[in-house]
Antibody, heavy 121, light 106 residues
Framework: EVQLVESGGGVVRPGGSLRLSCAAS????????MSWVRQAPGKGLEWVSG????????GYADSVKGRFTISRDNAKNSLYLQMNSLRAEDTALYHC??????????????WGQGTLVTVSS | DIQMTQSPSSVSASVGDRVTITCRAS??????LAWYQQKPGKAPKLLIY???SLQSGVPSRFSGSGSGTDFTLTISSLQPEDFATYYC????????FGGGTKVEIK
């Protein structure tokens, strides 16, 4: 069974940093691209960042470019999102999602339940 | 950047009704479109990919159509478990989601 379990969320002050993790199991992790998708409270879905199977190619939404960094450790079956210079508008539930191919982008066939990030003073 | 516009933003329907949701891309995306269902407090679930391909395990009452800029998700006979919010997503370039359509009980 495919499982994606996020962790690392919490409350942080504006300008602060946070590192999210996603532990994957039930599939061959390095066969797939991975992404982070967020959802602000009561709002819709927003793609944040994606990474291909070996980490050699990444992509970012304009809203986080230069502040967030996606990475993966295939030996640990883990995905990460380093978030710096956090803003109030980054407050959201952050989901880890599997891409249905080895590439940066595609369709998201499995999702984690998410980890909540709150940016507030 | 490609923008995705869904309509309506909400729809009230009864069990057994046929429901149609529309998604329009600001530029052509061929058939690079997916539909997701999200229930409150849950992660989204992939229903349709490549505009009209049914994801494994999804009931056949769900269907998708369209190509280029105009796409449709149809639920042929609404069931109680189908009341949820539905999102389209383009995969022609970096992913962009539509604003969502909430299907509510009439």
């Amino acid at each position: 069974e495919v499982q994606l379990v996020e962790s690392g969320g919490g409350v942080v002050r504006p300008g602060g940093s946070l590192r999210l993790s996603c532990a994957a199991s039930g599939f061959t992790f390095d066969d797939y691209g991975m992404s982070w998708v967020r959802q602000a409270p009561g709002k819709g879905l927003e793609w944040v960042s994606g990474i291909n199977w070996n980490g050699g190619s990444t992509g970012y939404a304009d809203s986080v470019k230069g502040r967030f960094t996606i990475s993966r450790d295939n030996a640990k079956n883990s995905l990460y999102l380093q978030m710096n210079s956090l803003r109030a508008e980054d407050t959201a539930l952050y989901h880890c999602a599997r891409v249905d191919t080895a590439m940066v982008t595609g369709y998201f066939d499995y999702w984690g339940q998410g980890t909540l990030v709150t940016v507030s003073s | 950047d490609i923008q995705m516009t869904q309509s309506p933003s909400s729809v009230s329907a009864s069990v057994g009704d046929r429901v149609t949701i529309t998604c329009r891309a600001s530029q052509g995306i061929s058939s690079w479109l997916a539909w997701y269902q999200q229930k409150p407090g849950k992660a989204p679930k992939l229903l349709i990919y490549a505009a009209s391909s049914l994801q494994s395990g999804v009931p056949s009452r769900f269907s998708g159509s369209g190509s280029g800029t105009d796409f449709t998700l149809t639920i042929s006979s609404l069931q109680p478990e189908d009341f949820a919010t539905y999102y389209c997503q383009q995969a022609n370039s970096f992913p962009v989601f539509g604003g969502g359509t909430k299907v509510e009980i009439k």
